[in-house]
């Protein structure tokens, strides 16, 4: 499951202006109400901690404030008006405007200075090269810093739009050198889990709008969440779902409300379960819903999230599989725009499979918490998607797929997203579950050791909170480890039974 993103190279002097960038190198007011300017003073104040040098800037992204007060204000950083690429920073405030720290992934302040040897068109060409998909155009370019462990270089960001050959559309991020014309790195924006599935919830209830006396797939209830048969298509929105009875589906798939149904359902769960659970407003927690396309393609095994339109897209399957719209994928992709909407972790590396793990755990969490006798809760990842009935990944072991990773190793960055996330999968089912044997499976731990389960409410509010409020865009699997103790101490503790369990989660596939 992929999500499409957009340029992060959007830095133009009226951007900036909009956002209300404060420079690095101005003087911030001594007292002020607005949390962004207050972090941005902070982040000046404690430069050398923070990496803040002359010539950086800051726009805010958003802010998370605690009930006792503490604000996590989540920020982008740019360099001389240019965007730098992993350097995105979460300020934590106490009362009384204390600083707390900040979250990051940069080593060392970005450097600058750097001119272009390289144009925009020649990196265009070279970005266009990288893509496999067909029908491959530049959709956008724009010059960044992109700052890594290795230290900052100039780049161009390019876009590259396409189509694969299963159907899937591409837009392949490409950052290309700007002084060699070398390619730094590429990802796709268009997350996706590369198979497709269904499932039939029985008889449940579907957020409906009369109008015009048509009820309408149109959820008021949840920020608007509507739901378009797309017939095929592969573009635009398609058309509402609609009937004269406020009935969609009769559960066969030869009635295609039936799969429209499916994916308003889980479209609903996973509303329900962030706001319940984490008083979480939608998606972006702006009470603003995103929405659904059913029947994309022809025997289209996938589905997948895109920041671009906002929303959840589902094939029917092809030979051996059904439809795509089951709780935990429902679950799965919304998860997708979450994480975009939070800590933006890249989909290449370590920070990739953190993403994909993300949207496995939170996708197995709405599957518990629909509590559906239809499908009931399970650790499994698309049980539901093939004939066969072959889960396409395991929590408890991942490595029982035949391409996941149970336990860290250096090699594991290097691993596709969807395998590399087996390390952080393992790591949440040891958490909530425990290791050895049970109900739902029977999961080792790569040091021998034993780790008694802490249960999936505690484990779900560990990682949201460290999703949310500690993790940045190139979050390795050692600062998801730094990122969910800090959780777990917010939450219950230093010392307690849960942060402790983390600890041990963490050591028992290998990361320490």
Same mark, same amino acid.
């Not at 739009?161 to 268009?190: N, Q």
């Not at 339109?309 to 089951?326: E, K, N, Q, R």
């Given at each position: 499951?992929?999500?499409?993103?957009?340029?992060?190279?959007?830095?133009?002097?009226?951007?900036?202006?909009?956002?209300?960038?404060?420079?690095?190198?101005?003087?911030?007011?001594?007292?002020?109400?607005?949390?962004?300017?207050?972090?941005?003073?902070?982040?000046?104040?404690?430069?050398?901690?923070?990496?803040?040098?002359?010539?950086?800037?800051?726009t805010l992204k958003n802010t998370v404030t605690d009930a006792d007060g503490t604000e996590h204000v989540r920020v982008h950083r740019y360099q001389d008006g240019l965007p730098v690429l992993g350097g995105d920073t979460v300020v934590h405030l106490g009362k009384g405007n204390t600083w707390r720290g900040a979250s990051q992934s940069l080593a060392v302040a970005p450097t600058r200075g750097a001119k272009a040897k390289v144009s925009g068109t020649t990196a265009g060409r070279t970005a266009l090269a990288a893509s496999t998909a067909t029908g491959r155009t530049v959709a956008g370019s724009n010059l960044v810093y992109d700052a890594d462990s290795a230290g900052t270089a100039l780049a161009y960001e390019v876009v590259v739009g396409g189509t694969y050959a299963d159907g899937t559309p591409s837009e392949l991020h490409v950052l290309v050198d700007a002084t060699t014309g070398k390619i730094r790195d590429s990802w796709e924006g268009v997350e996706r889990d590369g198979t497709?599935?269904?499932?039939?919830?029985?008889?449940?209830?579907?957020?409906?709008?009369?109008?015009?006396?048509?009820?309408?797939?149109?959820?008021?209830?949840?920020?608007?969440?509507?739901?378009?048969?797309?017939?095929?298509?592969?573009?635009?929105?398609?058309?509402?779902?609609?009937?004269?009875?406020?009935?969609?589906?009769?559960?066969?798939?030869?009635?295609?409300?039936?799969?429209?149904?499916?994916?308003?359902?889980?479209?609903a769960e996973t509303w329900d379960y962030y706001k319940n659970t984490f008083g979480r407003n939608g998606i972006r927690n702006d009470g603003v819903a995103a929405y659904s396309r059913v029947h994309y393609s022809t025997n289209y095994a996938n589905a997948f999230w895109s920041d671009s339109c906002f929303c959840m897209t589902y094939g029917d399957g092809g030979s051996g599989w059904y439809p795509l719209t089951s709780l935990d994928v429902a679950g799965h992709e919304m998860?997708?725009?979450?994480?975009?909407?939070?800590?933006?972790?890249?989909?290449?590396?370590?920070?990739?499979?953190?993403?994909?793990?993300?949207?496995?755990?939170?996708?197995?969490?709405?599957?518990?918490?629909?509590?559906?006798?239809?499908?009931?809760?399970?650790?499994?990842?698309?049980?539901?998607?093939?004939?066969?009935?072959?889960?396409?990944?395991?929590?408890?072991?991942? #490595?029982?797929? /035949?391409? &996941?990773?149970? !336990?860290?190793? $250096?090699? +594991?960055?290097?691993?596709?997203?969807?395998?590399?996330s087996g390390v952080a999968n393992h790591f949440f089912y040891l958490l909530a579950v425990g290791s050895g044997? #049970?109900?739902? /499976?029977? &999961?080792?731990? !790569?040091?021998? $050791?034993? +780790?008694?389960?802490?249960?999936?409410t505690k484990a779900g509010a560990i990682w949201y909170r460290a999703l949310t409020t500690y993790m940045t865009s190139r979050t390795s699997y050692s600062g998801a480890r730094t990122a969910t103790l800090s959780a777990a101490k917010d939450l219950y503790g230093a010392g307690s039974a849960e942060y402790n369990t983390v600890a041990a989660a963490w050591s028992a596939v290998s990361v320490n």
């Amino acid at each position: 499951m992929r999500r499409t993103t957009l340029l992060s190279g959007l830095a133009t002097a009226a951007l900036l202006a909009a956002a209300g960038t404060v420079p690095a190198s101005a003087s911030a007011a001594p007292v002020s109400s607005d949390a962004f300017t207050r972090a941005v003073a902070q982040l000046k104040a404690h430069s050398g901690s923070a990496l803040v040098t002359d010539g950086q800037s800051f726009t805010l992204k958003n802010t998370v404030t605690d009930a006792d007060g503490t604000e996590h204000v989540r920020v982008h950083r740019y360099q001389d008006g240019l965007p730098v690429l992993g350097g995105d920073t979460v300020v934590h405030l106490g009362k009384g405007n204390t600083w707390r720290g900040a979250s990051q992934s940069l080593a060392v302040a970005p450097t600058r200075g750097a001119k272009a040897k390289v144009s925009g068109t020649t990196a265009g060409r070279t970005a266009l090269a990288a893509s496999t998909a067909t029908g491959r155009t530049v959709a956008g370019s724009n010059l960044v810093y992109d700052a890594d462990s290795a230290g900052t270089a100039l780049a161009y960001e390019v876009v590259v739009g396409g189509t694969y050959a299963d159907g899937t559309p591409s837009e392949l991020h490409v950052l290309v050198d700007a002084t060699t014309g070398k390619i730094r790195d590429s990802w796709e924006g268009v997350e996706r889990d590369g198979t497709g599935n269904t499932f039939h919830s029985g008889s449940v209830p579907v957020g409906t709008t009369l109008s015009g006396g048509t009820f309408q797939l149109n959820d008021g209830a949840r920020g608007g969440h509507k739901t378009y048969d797309l017939n095929g298509g592969t573009t635009g929105t398609g058309t509402l779902v609609t009937n004269t009875l406020n009935v969609f589906g009769d559960g066969i798939l030869t009635n295609s409300q039936t799969t429209a149904a499916d994916a308003a359902y889980g479209a609903a769960e996973t509303w329900d379960y962030y706001k319940n659970t984490f008083g979480r407003n939608g998606i972006r927690n702006d009470g603003v819903a995103a929405y659904s396309r059913v029947h994309y393609s022809t025997n289209y095994a996938n589905a997948f999230w895109s920041d671009s339109c906002f929303c959840m897209t589902y094939g029917d399957g092809g030979s051996g599989w059904y439809p795509l719209t089951s709780l935990d994928v429902a679950g799965h992709e919304m998860s997708h725009g979450v994480t975009a909407a939070t800590a933006a972790l890249r989909y290449s590396g370590e920070s990739g499979g953190l993403n994909e793990a993300t949207s496995d755990i939170f996708g197995t969490m709405v599957e518990f918490y629909a509590n559906n006798a239809k499908d009931p809760g399970d650790y499994l990842i698309g049980e539901k998607l093939r004939t066969s009935g072959a889960p396409l990944r395991y929590m408890d072991k991942p #490595s029982k797929d /035949g391409s &996941s990773a149970d !336990c860290w190793s $250096s090699s +594991v960055g290097r691993l596709d997203v969807h395998y590399s996330s087996g390390v952080a999968n393992h790591f949440f089912y040891l958490l909530a579950v425990g290791s050895g044997s #049970s109900s739902y /499976g029977n &999961s080792p731990t !790569c040091n021998g $050791s034993t +780790v008694t389960g802490i249960g999936n409410t505690k484990a779900g509010a560990i990682w949201y909170r460290a999703l949310t409020t500690y993790m940045t865009s190139r979050t390795s699997y050692s600062g998801a480890r730094t990122a969910t103790l800090s959780a777990a101490k917010d939450l219950y503790g230093a010392g307690s039974a849960e942060y402790n369990t983390v600890a041990a989660a963490w050591s028992a596939v290998s990361v320490n």
